[in-house]
């Protein structure tokens, strides 16, 4: 039984958006079917961490020191000839206690917190999964109707006791259905916070 349209109170000429997106019988034109396909998913995300804006911190300060003292060798070294050897090795490499140390430093940061931003680029493509899927949910509930060019929402199509949407421009129904998404199924929370906040186990 197809669902009544709220602008033309007639249902003859309904049918769900997913449908209406593979019926080749009746195709829809190139623009309405773009405005209708689902809500597009997260790109597959890998399992590895951010780098670390601390640890880059450091190792932009020691290409910095490097690059000076690259410099400096470059440059005209007549001056140093009646220096002592101590103050021509000091000159020469003195830069280069500077820059590996931050270098070093640099990576044990990367190293150290690689843990803790691989979870959360865990977290976080989860919680863009959790998202999407709400989203899809809703968009699959969509409806169209092929004589009056609008989408809809029936009762009850998302949830029990949701209401019946207005008519719905095809052009604003992927805003509807990231709106609608959050407003019944909220915002996702983070795993960490999720963890953080759940009650302990019961002892046996």
């Known amino acids: 039984m197809n669902a009544?349209?709220?602008?033309?109170?007639?249902?003859?000429?309904?049918?769900?958006?997913?449908?209406?997106?593979?019926?080749?019988?009746?195709?829809?034109?190139?623009?309405?079917?773009?405005?209708?396909?689902?809500?597009p998913p997260p790109p597959p995300v890998r399992a590895t961490a951010e780098r670390s804006r601390p640890a880059m911190g450091l190792y932009i300060a020691a290409a910095v020191v490097t690059a000076l003292w690259l410099k400096n060798l470059a440059g005209d070294l007549s001056d140093l000839q009646d220096a002592s050897p101590a103050y021509r090795l000091g000159y020469l490499l003195g830069p280069l206690f500077l820059s590996?140390?931050?270098?070093?430093?640099?990576?044990?940061?990367?190293?150290?917190?690689?843990?803790?931003?691989?979870?959360?680029g865990e977290?976080?493509?989860?919680?863009?999964?959790?998202?999407?899927?709400?989203?899809h949910r809703v968009w699959q509930a969509a409806w169209l109707c092929r004589r009056c060019r609008v989408?809809?929402?029936?009762?009850?199509?998302?949830?029990?006791?949701?209401?019946?949407?207005?008519?719905?421009a095809v052009a604003q129904l992927p805003m509807w259905v990231t709106a609608t998404a959050e407003r019944e199924f909220g915002v996702p929370e983070?795993?960490?916070?999720?963890?953080?906040?759940?009650?302990?186990?019961?002892?046996?």
């Open 190 to 204: 983070p795993a960490a916070r999720k963890s953080a906040t759940a009650e302990p186990a019961a002892p046996h």
């Open 4 to 39: 009544v349209c709220p602008h033309c109170t007639e249902s003859d000429r309904t049918v769900s958006v997913p449908h209406a997106l593979t019926d080749t019988g009746d195709p829809l034109p190139a623009t309405e079917h773009g405005l209708l396909l689902p809500p």
């Open 123 to 135: 977290d976080g493509a989860a919680k863009q999964l959790a998202v999407w899927e709400r989203r």
């Open 151 to 168: 989408a809809f929402f029936p009762m009850g199509a998302i949830s029990p006791g949701f209401p019946a949407s207005p008519p719905i």
């Open 100 to 120: 590996v140390p931050l270098a070093v430093a640099g990576l044990v940061v990367q190293l150290s917190t690689r843990r803790r931003r691989v979870m959360a």
